[in-house]
Structures are given as structure tokens and as C-alpha cells.
């Protein structure tokens, strides 16, 4: 029976797609990281290694000083033992001295006639003992003055290298925060040059979209299915719960968090209430501003609010009006600008249509573009979710054993489902893991997965996984390894679970291992030499003998059968660890498992191009062909062959652009007279601004504050142009 989530409506509002981010900028008024690109990167991390170099110079310095100061102190005190002992010494011999003149008083006393030579002798010995005693106190006293001298001139020292090194400090100071300032002003100065770069590209579109028009209303053969370019649009609530779509300017500024979508749709409680579109008006396209990426979509789906916004794309809540159902809807710009990040969209697009399991993700549609050899965007319409795993962990709500069964189950249920496949996903973690308010759990997020090649046992790239769930394997540069990372991963969402905090957070890759190795235990000799590198095995065995941590004591209210199988999945060694099947066996499972309601995959993947080195138009192609199996009546040219694509990508004339073609050669001359103008015009205009710049470039080069004015004036220029 599966366990009810009471207060999840009310934590909802919570979770990681209900509020986007501020802006461009952070509480700090700084552009996040993967704003400031690699060289400066690069650079902030070469500096904090020098000053760290700076650091261990001083403080070895410091222990150096120390230790001479020992050493010092050190001989001081033997010297005083000796002259300690040396006074001891004549003070004795004065004793004996000052005795036996006693001794022979006494007897001249009771013998007179005795010669008193001897008493003479004795004064004189005695008076030589007493020089030697002021002698050694003489020497005593200069060796504690010495001594005293030299700790004032420690004391000294050690005052001028602490001025030194507040005097250091502060200039240390001093230059970072005037390098601060120069960083910030350098965001700044891109961020203003980025808004720039979205309002020109509004005024061109624009432009476009006004030239169009008149095209239209000139052109005399109304026969001619001419694909208009996308209006420029944004959103409008509508008093009557629903949701519409109206024509408006672009927005005037660099996007905010109000001005990406410049008003909100309400949420159809009620869809049956909406009136359904024509086919022929579903087929056209809108346009949405959200968070400077321009949204163009059938007015199939209308948005209702950004739900997620990343290095990878941004993320919109919609509503599909054919089938009334709330979807998600991914855009992915500039997909071709890295090959790398081309194949990780194509793998997970691919894997995805190919995957139906109620515990996986599923793609209900992958939009076609407009024109199929110059698409530049991809936008997957998925199924809609309420929030994920991390954001319930990070909740205050109640979870019980119940659901931590039901989570892991699901889980160890979609995850048997994407290995029978032979696939591997390589990132599981909490926030990769979708959740509804009825607790049913959706694996997602399968760009970094891998099709396991039985030759070799999967020898793939070393950074995968996020560092806190990565297996020991991975870490170690093992090169080679099994599905059983993913039930490492699984085995640290478990334990999450239960801690409601990360299992093993470590800072970076070498305290990652001694977090590991500290928790479970020291590995064997012979799971060490299964490490290739000398190095990696070097720095376990000098790390000594761990002995293993109870996971009953650091989780003292979970399940013993709960605990018996998380201590299954965190095995040192991959070989020993627990399987997905064998988990599901486990008895913890045994109220929820069901062999005959496990599917598994019966697609066998074959990604061979993952080791070809592919053109942008081979992969597009690809991506392409992934679309049209969502589109099958739309298209009727040759589809590539996935296992050679190289063989089979001919540069096709689709249809649509030989309908482009017969349009062009319909204009009349007049129109193609005047659209050759404005493209000259256009582009005198674009020679003359980019001289102009290049000369305020030049004048700007050493005045950054001159160069921030001259940003901000062009900026309000742009604005009071796109307002006219």
C-alpha cells in the first residue's frame, strides 16, 4: 500500500520549481560563476593558489624561528644548570675549607707551640675560594644578562614580523578588493554588453517582423504557403481562468525576474473549460520572452511560469490544449556551439523516446523546427512533476519507514528497468529524482548515462556523478566499471534519507576517499591492488587501518533489514556490492516487490557514435531524427541510420525549403528591389556602429568607469528605441 504524503500540497511551493531565480545577479549584486568563463575562472584559481603558497612560506618560516628559539632557550638552561652546579660545588669546598680552619684554631688553642703556617694556608686557600665564587657569580650574572638581552631582541623581532605581517594583510587586502572591484566591474561591463545584445536582437526581430508583414500585404500570389516568422508575444492572465496570448513589444531592459514573463496565466483548475484550438491555428507558433531565451512554440501549448532555469536551459510549466494535460517544457539553445554537449542532448533524447517505465521519465514530444538543417534549439515537452527528492529532504515534513521504502523501491524499480537495457546512469542523486505529491518517484536526467560494452566492462570517462554520490571506483580513476556505481549512488540517497543530509560531503576528490574510507571501513589488499594507479594505492594504506562505522549507530531509528541493505550497497569493492535484482529480493522490499510488476527493457541501444568524431550537420541530422519519430506524417525524407550515420547523412532540400525557394523566385521585382535596399541599408548601419565601437573601444581601453558610461548610455539608447 503505498504511503500518503499529507502535507506535501503545502511543501510544494517549496521545491526547486516554484521560484526561478532572482536575476542575473545574486544577493551580492555579483554574476554567478558560470557567467565569468573559463579565463577568469582560471585566473581567480591561480591566485588562490599562490596565495595559499604564500601562506605554508610563512607559517614554515614561523616554525623554523620557533624552533631556533627552543634550541636557544634550551642552551641557556644547561649553561645555568652548570653554573648552578658549579656554585654548589665551591660552596661545598668553602664549607670544608671554613671546617678545617676550626678544626685548627681549635688545635692551636690546645697546642700553641704548632706552627701557624697552616691556619696561614688555610686563610689563603679559603680566600682563593671566595674569588672563585665572585667569579662565578660574575659569569652568572652576565649569562642572565645576556639572556635577557637576547629575549628583548626576540621580543623585538618578533614585534617588527608581526607589523610586517599585519602591514602584508592589509596590502593583501587592499588588493583584493581592488581586484574585486575589477572583477565586478567586468561583470557588469558583460552584463550590460549581454543586454545589449538581447535588445538589438529584439530591434532586429522587430525589423523582420515589419518587413515581413509588408511582404505580406504586397504579395500578389496569396497561393504561396509562406512560413511567417514567429510574433513577438508574452504572456497575459485572462479574468475568466483562461489562458491567451497576446502580440506585445519585447521587454525594454535586461530581463528581471518580473519582466521575463511580464504577466502570469492562471492555472486551469478546470481544462475542460477551455475552448479548443482549430488544427490550423495549432499549428502556429508564439513566442515568449523567459529569462532572456525566446520561447517559440505552437499555440498548441500556452506557458504558465518558469519552473527551472540552468547551464543547460530553461524549464517552463504548460498546458497541452489537445490532450488538457500540464506539461514541462525544455528549451535548449545554442545546442551546436559544443559537439560535447550536442552528443549528451542527442544520448538523452535518444535513451528517453526509447524508455517507457512508469519510473522513468517519459518524452511525450520533441517540437520540430521550422527549417531542419538550421535549427539552432531543442524543445522537449516532458511529463510535469511536482518537486524531486532533494527539495523533500531538505523539508521539515515527517517521513516515516514507509516511505523510505516506497522511495528506494521505486527507485531500485526504474533503475532495473534502464540497466536491463544494458544503459548506466551515472548521476543518480536527490534532485535527479522527480516526485508528486502522491510519492511516485520518476528517474530523470540521462545525459551522462553510458551503454555498458560487455567487452570491455565499460571503460568510459572518469567524471561522472555528482562527487558526494560517486563510487569509490569512479573516484579512483578505476577507468572501468559496472552498474554497480549506480547502486553506490543509490546506497548514499538511502542513507540521506535517513540523516536527512548528505552521507559523505567531502570538500574534493581526496577528502571525498577519506570520508568513504573512515565510514566503512579500510579496503582489503586486494581491492588496493585493484587500483591502477600507485599513487591512488599509496594514499589509502598511509591512511592506516579504519575501522568500519555501525551504520545501526549512526542511524539508531532505522530499519535493521533497512540498514543490513544499505550496508549492502556501500561495498568498497563493486563486485561484492548488491545488485538491483538482488535489492529488490531483499526482505526490506518484500511488502512492495512484485517480479511479475518489474519490466524490464527489451530496446537494445546501440550508441555507436558516441566514439566518432561527428560533424555539427551529422548530428543535427540525428537530433533531427529523433523529432520525426514524434512527427511521422510531417516528413518524408530518408531518416539517417543510427548505427552509421556516417554513411547514410546526405545534405537534403527538405520540402519546406524548396517551397522557400519557389517563393523567392515569385517576388516580383519591386520587392526584391526594396529588400535589397534595406539590406544594404541594414548592413551600412551595422559597418558604421561596429567602427564605432571598435573606436570607443579603443578610447575606452584604459577608463573602465569612461567605458561603464558609454555601456550604459548605448543601453537606454536601445531601450528608447524597442519603447518608439
Not at 548515462?449 to 555528482?466: L, N, S
Not at 549512526?554 to 563486485?575: G, H, N, R, S, Y
Amino acid at each position: 500500500m503505498e504511503p500518503h504524503y499529507d502535507h506535501f500540497q503545502a511543501q510544494l511551493e517549496a521545491d526547486r520549481y516554484s521560484q526561478p531565480p532572482q536575476s542575473m545577479f545574486n544577493a551580492t549584486g555579483d554574476i554567478p560563476i558560470e557567467y565569468l568563463g573559463p579565463d577568469r575562472v582560471q585566473q581567480q584559481h591561480h591566485q588562490h593558489q599562490l596565495l595559499q603558497q604564500q601562506q605554508i612560506q610563512q607559517q614554515f618560516q614561523q616554525e623554523q624561528q620557533l624552533q631556533q628559539q627552543q634550541l636557544q632557550q634550551q642552551q641557556y638552561q644547561q649553561q645555568q644548570q652548570q653554573y648552578q652546579q658549579q656554585q654548589q660545588q665551591f660552596q661545598q669546598q668553602q664549607q670544608q675549607i671554613q671546617q678545617q680552619i676550626q678544626l685548627q684554631q681549635q688545635q692551636m688553642q690546645q697546642q700553641p707551640q704548632i706552627s701557624s703556617d697552616n691556619l696561614n694556608q688555610l686563610k689563603i686557600q679559603l680566600e682563593q675560594l671566595n674569588l672563585q665564587i665572585r667569579q662565578q657569580q660574575y659569569q652568572q650574572q652576565q649569562l642572565e644578562a645576556a639572556q635577557q638581552q637576547e629575549q628583548e631582541r626576540q621580543q623585538k623581532i618578533q614585534m617588527i614580523q608581526e607589523q610586517q605581517q599585519i602591514q602584508q594583510l592589509l596590502e593583501q587586502q587592499a588588493q583584493a578588493q581592488q581586484h574585486q572591484q575589477k572583477i565586478q566591474m567586468e561583470r557588469q561591463q558583460d552584463e550590460i554588453i549581454r543586454r545589449q545584445q538581447v535588445l538589438e536582437q529584439q530591434l532586429i526581430d522587430q525589423i523582420k517582423e515589419k518587413e515581413l508583414n509588408n511582404n505580406n500585404n504586397n504579395t500578389i500570389n496569396n497561393n504561396i504557403n509562406k512560413i511567417p516568422s514567429p510574433p513577438s508575444t508574452s504572456l497575459e492572465s485572462s479574468t475568466s481562468g483562461v489562458a491567451t496570448t497576446t502580440t506585445t513589444a519585447a521587454p525594454s531592459s535586461a530581463p528581471s525576474k518580473e519582466e521575463y514573463l511580464t504577466t502570469t496565466i492562471t492555472k486551469l483548475d478546470d481544462a475542460s473549460s477551455y475552448t479548443p484550438l482549430t488544427q490550423a491555428s495549432m499549428n502556429e507558433t508564439v513566442s515568449y520572452f523567459v529569462y532572456g531565451s525566446k520561447f517559440t512554440i505552437p499555440k498548441r501549448y500556452s506557458l504558465v511560469k518558469c519552473i527551472g532555469y540552468g547551464a543547460y536551459g530553461v524549464v517552463c510549466s504548460a498546458i497541452d490544449h489537445v490532450t488538457n494535460e500540464k506539461v514541462a517544457i525544455k528549451r535548449i539553445g545554442y545546442i551546436f556551439d559544443n559537439l560535447k554537449d550536442t552528443k549528451r542532448i542527442y544520448r538523452e533524447i535518444h535513451l528517453l523516446r526509447n524508455f517507457k517505465h512508469e519510473n522513468v521519465i517519459s518524452v511525450k514530444d520533441i517540437l520540430k523546427p521550422q527549417c531542419r538543417h538550421t535549427f539552432e534549439e531543442v524543445y522537449i515537452v516532458s511529463e510535469l512533476m511536482d518537486t524531486d527528492l532533494h527539495q523533500i529532504i531538505a523539508t521539515p515534513q515527517d517521513l516515516d519507514n514507509e516511505h523510505y521504502q516506497y522511495f528506494v523501491y521505486q527507485v531500485l524499480r526504474g533503475l532495473k528497468y534502464i540497466h536491463s537495457a544494458g544503459v548506466i546512469h551515472r548521476d543518480l542523486k536527490p534532485s535527479n529524482l522527480l516526485i508528486n505529491s502522491d510519492c511516485f518517484l520518476k528517474i530523470c536526467d540521462l545525459g551522462l548515462a553510458r551503454v555498458v560494452d560487455a567487452a570491455h566492462v565499460g571503460f568510459m570517462t572518469e567524471y561522472v556523478a555528482t562527487r558526494w554520490y560517486r563510487a569509490p571506483e569512479v573516484i579512483l580513476s578505476w577507468n572501468k566499471y559496472t552498474k554497480a556505481i549506480d547502486i553506490w549512488s543509490v546506497g548514499c540517497i538511502f542513507a540521506e534519507l535517513f540523516g536527512r543530509k548528505p552521507l559523505f560531503q567531502g570538500k574534493d576528490y581526496i577528502h571525498q576517499v577519506k570520508l568513504i574510507i573512515e565510514t566503512i571501513g579500510s579496503p582489503t589488499e586486494d581491492e588496493i591492488n585493484q587500483i591502477p594507479t600507485e599513487p591512488a594505492r599509496a594514499y589509502i594504506r598511509n591512511m592506516g587501518y579504519k575501522e568500519k562505522k555501525q551504520f545501526s549507530q549512526l542511524f539508531p531509528d532505522a530499519d535493521p533489514l533497512a540498514i543490513d541493505l544499505l550496508e549492502k550497497m556501500l561495498c568498497f569493492d563493486p563486485d561484492k556490492r548488491i545488485s538491483v535484482e538482488d535489492a529488490l529480493n531483499h526482505p526490506y522490499l518484500a511488502s512492495l516487490h512484485d517480479p511479475a510488476d518489474e519490466p524490464t527493457c527489451n530496446h537494445n541501444f546501440n550508441l555507436n557514435f558516441e566514439a566518432w568524431d561527428l560533424s555539427k550537420e551529422i548530428l543535427r541530422e540525428l537530433i533531427h531524427n529523433e523529432m520525426l519519430a514524434f512527427h511521422p506524417d510531417n516528413e518524408t525524407d530518408t531518416t539517417m541510420n543510427i548505427e552509421n550515420p556516417q554513411q547514410t547523412f546526405q545534405p537534403q532540400q527538405t520540402q519546406q525549403a524548396q517551397q522557400q525557394a519557389q517563393q523567392q523566385q515569385t517576388y516580383q521585382p519591386q520587392q526584391q528591389q526594396q529588400q535589397a535596399q534595406l539590406q544594404a541599408q541594414q548592413q551600412q548601419q551595422q559597418q558604421q556602429q561596429q567602427q564605432q565601437q571598435q573606436q570607443q573601444q579603443d578610447q575606452f581601453t584604459n577608463n573602465p568607469m569612461e567605458r561603464m558610461k558609454f555601456l550604459m548610455e548605448q543601453t537606454n539608447s536601445l531601450e528608447r528605441q524597442l519603447k518608439q
